[in-house]
């Protein structure tokens, strides 16, 4: 197998920048640019012991795809040959690894023997003088049985040694500023508070790794270091990756990357191989136990446990910590894909079967989606539901979890916000609603099991509300094929559901129609329909449909969603969903057939802009309201020419953004007079667009000044 090619050095203004490729919620696929290469996360970083390499670092480069390893430089500081050499050396060298090397203080040895015999700028300069592309300031690690005192030195000791750490490591050595404070959530907000705030005279801190938590991973104390991830992230910028210092069992990543972590390092991989364990995605298993392998791989791959008991020791414990890191690259790469296919939740909600400390972890994190706490946790948590994509293609499996699913979360907040019922009826009239009708036992599509029993019903009764009872309680009919209401996947059966009245009351409640009368009915299809009504009822169908995706997904008003759509007509395919959507014959919007989102032309990008002429910008305040129209990203006056011919809008080219942009969504990208520029989905958030400088902010589908000289 040919060795990857030697990592290629980033650009000089590019060195530290991290930039998000994919998002799903918290959880991201980004780059970190170094000097030696980028790092991609979601990843880890296998720790490397200088003395004991059980696994060479350049086999790691050349054949597990290992792109940065993390060594303790304060084993190096301290070995008086070993200090030598890799100072005459370099770092890279003496562990032959071209690509990005981290290194430790000495913290956690401090954690293990009770103090290390090292300065504060010196640490940090010998890291600098070997060449370490990223280093560890000597924090005070904060153990989770220190007194609340204890605690809030190491805090506060951690932050005063900041300034000193980032002058010294200088303008080309990255520096990680961990992140302190044991059990309690307020002392991990203020020192993510702290950390991240300090400013450098050179840069600042690159990464903030999530320290002290080794103690509770070795007692299986999951909720608990969970809840110190999001109390630590409600303080830390988006710019930055996170790193889970200590943390590198596969079993805990698919739930730390839906949180948010980046990073990991552990020894992991060759510990539990010294005491004849295999990692498996689902929890750690002892050779001593097994007959045949639950797990393969490449290393184990023409063995038998029988075989490899029989081995001499040191072959045995290569061979595993072979397997163990095959194990940990494997369930990090299906973790990625989870995020590209918008699954990593689902990847986590099933990795939580596999252990009881996990599970309960699980549910507490269920729980705070359900009723999040005041306080950073709580802050993280609706953070992490309003910035999810609430619309994705794909089925959404069926599960005892499923309703508190971040996106699916989101998605009903949406609608209970942002639905409203229709202020007039197919045929004219424009009172309340008198009536409402639910449409229950019957699958999706919708427009095909139900639209006869609905059409009837409003022949009888115009003034009516055509619902539908999913497993995920009733939604309107509009959105009939908006996913994931339509694509769930599970077993017949749960298409069957029929709520009690109490449950029907509950949800009309949310919707705003309690007061309402209502009739379910099981649909049946009849060719006995009045004609030229039915083509009126459709067409009121269809055009409430549109209303209600735009308020929904782009939070335009429903009465400037029937101003947009005024005279609206549509063409369809062969299975009856609208395929384009005119207004006064100019093309405005096309309905993604995949998801059932909305896909903007530029025509209707234009109209929409003159109806909602705001400027955004980072530092205003505005007034919240359920409708704030559709979002906007102002952009410096030198990308216009470049954004306007329907180039990607780059992070750090951006002024301004109205914060309820939600990633995945139609936006509006406009100059500094507000002038349409081009239109697009966004792939962060707004205050990720404030903090991020490098990266693609919107993927725009048009410019508009294509056609312009």
């Known amino acids: 197998m040919p060795s990857p090619p030697k990592p290629q050095p980033c650009q000089d203004h590019d060195l530290g920048k991290f930039e998000i490729l994919i998002r799903d919620g918290a959880s991201r696929i980004g780059r970190l640019h170094t000097k030696h290469g980028p790092l991609n996360t979601p990843m880890i970083l296998p ?29 190096m500081w301290k070995h008086d040959k070993l200090k030598q050499s890799v100072l005459s050396k370099g770092v890279h060298e003496i562990l032959d690894f071209p690509g990005v090397i981290v290194t430790d203080s000495g913290t956690f040895q401090s954690y293990i ?30 153990r989770p049985d220190m007194s609340r005192k204890q605690l809030e030195y190491a805090v506060e000791e951690t932050a005063n040694r900041a300034i000193e750490s980032l002058d010294v490591a200088g303008n080309n050595m990255l520096l990680n500023g961990p992140i302190q404070g044991g059990l309690h959530e307020d002392l991990r907000a203020l020192s993510g508070s702290l950390m991240s705030s300090i400013e450098g005279e050179h840069r600042n801190f690159t990464i903030h790794p999530i320290g002290g938590i080794v103690p509770l991973m070795e007692n299986q104390r999951y909720k608990e270091l969970f809840q110190i991830l999001l109390a630590s992230k409600s303080e830390l910028p988006h710019n930055r990756p996170i790193h889970f210092f200590g943390c590198g069992h596969p079993l805990l990543f698919p739930l730390s990357i839906a949180l948010g972590v980046d990073i990991f390092d552990s020894a992991a991989y060759v510990l539990f191989a010294r005491d004849d364990r295999l990692m498996t995605p689902n929890g750690t298993v002892k050779l001593k136990d097994i007959f045949e392998w639950p797990i393969t791989s490449r ?50 909600e099933q990795r939580s079967h596999s252990s009881p400390q996990l599970r309960t972890a699980f549910l507490w994190v269920l729980d705070q989606l359900a009723d999040p706490d005041e306080g950073p946790v709580g802050e993280s948590i609706l953070d992490m539901i309003s910035s999810t994509n609430p619309v994705r293609k794909g089925g959404e499996s069926i599960s005892h979890d499923l309703e508190l699913r971040p996106h699916i979360l989101h998605l ?10 229709p202020g007039s009826w197919w045929d004219g009239s424009t009172s309340d609603p008198k009536r409402l009708l639910i449409i229950k036992k019957t699958a999706p599509p919708w427009r095909i099991t139900s639209l006869d029993s609905i059409i009837n019903s409003l022949i009888e009764l115009p003034n009516t509300i055509p619902l539908i009872m999913t497993p995920l309680g009733i939604i309107p009919f509009s959105f009939e094929d908006l996913s994931p209401w339509c694509h769930l996947d599970g077993s017949n059966e ?57 308020a ?31 207004s006064d014959g100019i093309h405005i919007l096309s309905p993604r057939l995949s998801d059932g989102g909305i896909s903007l032309t530029i025509e209707g990008a234009k109209i929409l802009s003159s109806m909602y002429p705001q400027i955004p910008t980072f530092d205003s305040e505005v007034e919240y309201s359920d409708f704030q129209g559709i979002p906007k990203i102002c952009i410096i006056d030198d990308a216009v020419p470049f954004v306007g011919i329907g180039r990607n809008v780059m992070q750090g080219y951006i002024t301004g953004a109205d914060d309820h942009i939600i990633p995945g969504m139609p936006c509006l990208v406009v100059n ?37 000289e």
């Open 47 to 75: 720790v490397i012991n200088p003395n004991i390499r059980t696994i060479e670092p350049r086999e790691m480069w050349d054949e597990f795809g290992i792109q940065g390893i993390i060594t303790n430089s304060y084993i």
């Open 672 to 708: 500094s007079k507000g002038d349409l520029i081009a239109h697009g989905l966004a792939v962060t958030t707004a205050s990720e667009m404030q903090y991020l400088k490098k990266g693609v902010a919107v993927k725009v589908r048009d410019g508009a000044l294509k056609n312009k």
């Open 412 to 421: 009903q907040a949406l609608l209970a916000t942002r639905w409203k019922a």
């Open 113 to 142: 023997y009770g103090d290390v015999e090292v300065g504060v700028s010196e640490i940090v300069k010998f890291q600098k003088d070997i060449g370490v592309d990223v280093g560890t300031m000597l924090d005070i690690f904060g």
């Open 299 to 348: 290393a184990l791959f023409g063995t038998s446990p029988e075989q490899v008991r029989n081995m001499d020791k040191n072959d045995r414990t290569i061979l595993l910590s072979r397997h163990n890191l095959e194990i940990t690259q494997s369930e990090l790469s299906r973790c990625r894909e989870a995020i590209r296919d918008g699954k990593i939740w689902q990847l986590a």
């Open 552 to 582: 929904l997904l782009c939070s335009i008003n429903p009465n400037d969603g029937c101003k947009f759509t005024n005279h609206m007509s549509s063409r369809k395919s062969t299975t009856d969903r609208m395929v384009n959507v005119y």
């Open 494 to 550: 749960m298409w069957n559901i029929d709520y009690d009245d109490d449950e029907i009351i509950e949800f009309l409640l949310d919707l705003g129609l309690k007061d309402i009368p209502y009739i379910t009915i099981s649909p049946e299809s009849t060719s006995e329909l009045n004609l030229p009504k039915n083509q009126e009822i459709r067409n009121w169908l269809d055009r409430c449909a549109v209303v209600d995706k735009l």
